[in-house]
Nanobody, 120 residues
Framework: EVHLVESGGGSVQSGGSLRLSCVGS?????????MSWFRQGPGKEREEVAS???????WYADSVKGRFGISRDNTKNTLYLQMNSLKPEDADMYYC?????????????WGQGTQVTVSS
């Protein structure tokens, strides 16, 4: 069973930066998984923010392009999300996800989430 643990959330002012991390365990082979970040706020649907596939190809939601960067260290089974120029609308619970393919239908493991708060 894949187990994901996020960290790095916190409270920042608008324009600030945060770096989220997600450490995975229980994989047969971490490198073959597509890893993603999702976010969800109260009363909102969970939305995908960014993903990085096993071949290193990346996808970003339009709302975060140019501000967020996703990366992975397969030697450490760790996923990262560098978030720059944060806006109040970025404030949400952020979740790490893993799947054998990229995209919401392929996600089969979730982390517990880490809270990001952005004050204006």
């Amino acid at each position: 069973e894949v187990h994901l643990v996020e960290s790095g959330g916190g409270s920042v002012q608008s324009g600030g930066s945060l770096r989220l991390s997600c450490v995975g365990s229980g994989y047969n082979d971490y490198v073959v998984y597509c890893m993603s970040w999702f976010r969800q706020g109260p009363g909102k649907e969970r939305e995908e923010v960014a993903s990085i596939d096993s071949d290193g190809s990346k996808w970003y939601a339009d709302s975060v392009k140019g501000r967020f960067g996703i990366s992975r260290d397969n030697t450490k089974n760790t996923l990262y999300l560098q978030m720059n120029s944060l806006k109040p609308e970025d404030a949400d619970m952020y979740y790490c996800a893993a799947g054998v393919g990229c995209g919401p239908p392929w996600v089969d493991s979730w982390g517990q989430g880490t809270q990001v708060t952005v004050s204006s």
